[in-house]
């Protein structure tokens, strides 16, 4: 399940990549994130989504690994975890790449490959793309929206 | 496995309104079970409590008054499918309801149960958008009615409050020369696209349709625009707009590729299906039955 969303903040590309790597402010323009903890800088982080479709409940704690970070315009990073009540297994896949509008405007690319196996992942398939969907949505807003507090 | 609950019988709607202020998240509301007991079984879901509601009298009545027929939201869909009052005034429901899942769902599984669970391929929520249905809900000392369509807030979410219960579904009649039809195409148990229509027809022309689709998207909804394409004009003119209505309603309908099939392919299916129940409605309401098919 590939979903991609592109966004434009008014704040220079350096300021939005380090907005990226702030932990506490990033924690909090993820959807549904509880915690998040870095374990070794640029490289292994550890965070515990949750998510809610009606009454069903997700809870993955996620270890992430960078794959590659190219300061300050492109960060891939790779997280897996497994939901033990729903028994499901969670693969993402992130790619942001900042692209310099003007020195006080960036684009923001947000693309991502989310699997979501095991009972989970049969029983609501759809649901689940349509709701990757919206929290790539919300996670592209939820960054603009930190990044015009900064800024305002 | 199914984790053991705690299982409560009220006999008023008052009384199982009460227990779901009492025990919130700890608990739901059980009908047939049919969706329910088989996530939990799954453990995808857990509840401490489950409320049966089916020990509540009369909440499975099937009743008529002077301008709708109302369901008790307990009735079953095999009680449906055999209702001498649905059939009727709203055969393309008993059709749908004989064709819902399997026998041992449409023996257990209730048109309530099917509504609030919102799974989004299910069957009736979409007919009954073109029938213009309302649901009562109801709680401690209140009660309200909802358009049906503002009943379905998402994929497995509805319109309810934590205490609230729906009660009753009422289905206006259908006015004079207007039938409705069902139609939905699955390679697997649960549908992978659902279309409704209802049209008033007379021999000058097509006056009223309106169409709904169910199953691709996270819940069903009527396409407004793709009626006002075909309402008012007459038959030769209605056909000849039928293909892009389809691809509207195919658009608009918001498919998403998933196991059932990929978007394009769904959103195709949409049209066709879209065309069929047209004509099948379309020559119902010609022939002048008082009701649907």
């Known amino acids: 399940m590939r979903f991609a969303k592109q966004v434009t903040v008014a704040a220079p590309r350096q300021v939005v990549w380090d ?8 924690t909090l323009c993820v959807p549904g994130c ?14 515990t989504i949750q998510e809610k479709v009606g009454p069903f409940r997700l809870t993955v704690p996620l270890d992430i690994d960078i794959a590659e970070h190219n300061a300050p315009q492109r960060l891939i990073a790779r997280a897996s975890g497994r939901d033990r009540l729903l028994q499901s297994h ?16 960036t684009a923001l690319q947000v693309e991502t ?38 800024k305002g | 496995m199914l984790q053991p609950f705690a299982l409560e019988e009220p006999t008023s709607v008052r009384e199982a309104s009460a227990l779901l202020a009492r025990y919130g998240e700890a608990a739901r509301l059980y009908a047939g079970g ?23 009298a009369g909440l499975a009545d099937i009743t008529r008054d002077a301008d709708a027929l109302r369901i008790g939201a307990t009735a079953t869909h095999r009680t449906l499918e055999r209702s001498p009052e649905v059939h009727t005034h709203f055969t393309a429901f008993t059709r749908l309801e004989a064709h819902v899942a399997n026998v041992r769902v449409r023996g257990t599984g209730t048109i ?19 029938y213009d249905a309302r649901v009562k809900l109801a709680r401690q000392g209140s009660t309200r009615t909802l358009a049906i369509e503002a009943f379905f807030v998402g994929a497995f979410e509805v319109a309810l409050a934590e205490d609230e219960l729906l009660t009753e579904i009422q289905i206006p009649y259908l006015p004079a020369h207007t039938a409705a039809a069902y139609r939905k195409f699955g390679l697997l148990e649960r549908p992978s696209v659902g279309v409704a229509v209802a049209v008033t027809a007379l021999p000058s022309g097509v006056q009223a349709v309106r169409i709904a689709v169910g199953c691709v998207g996270p819940t069903p909804r009527r396409i ?3 009626e006002t394409m075909l309402s008012g ?42 065309r069929r129940a047209f004509e099948d409605a379309y020559q119902q309401a010609m022939a002048g039955e008082a009701t649907d098919g």
Not at chain 1, 34 to 47: G, K, L, N, T, V
Not at chain 2, 233 to 252: D, M, S, Y
Request: aromatic content about 6%.
């Open chain 1, 19 to 26: 907005l990226l790597w702030d932990i506490a402010r990033l």
């Open chain 2, 34 to 56: 049919t969706e329910l007991l088989l996530a939990m079984k799954e453990g995808l879901l857990h509840y401490d409590r489950l409320i049966n509601i089916k020990t509540i």
């Open chain 2, 112 to 130: 309530g149960g099917n509504l609030c669970f919102a799974e989004p391929h299910a069957d009736p929520g979409t007919l009954l958008q073109v």
């Open chain 2, 224 to 226: 407004y625009e793709a």
């Open chain 1, 113 to 150: 490959d989310v699997a979501v196996l095991g009972k989970l992942g049969t029983l609501g398939h759809s649901v689940i793309i349509r709701k990757g969907e919206d929290i790539v949505d919300q996670f592209a807003t939820a960054l603009q929206a930190e990044l015009q507090k900064e």
């Open chain 1, 34 to 47: 509880q915690s998040a903890e870095m374990i070794d800088p640029y490289a292994r982080y550890r965070a």
């Open chain 1, 90 to 105: 969670v693969k993402v896949e992130l790619a942001l790449t900042l692209l310099e509008v003007d020195p006080q405007s």
């Open chain 2, 233 to 274: 004009k007459e038959i030769a003119a209605v056909r000849a707009g039928l293909p892009e209505a389809g691809e509207l309603a195919g658009r608009a309908a918001d498919a998403v590729s998933d196991l059932h099939g990929s978007a394009d392919y769904k959103a195709y299916l949409v049209g066709v299906l879209l």
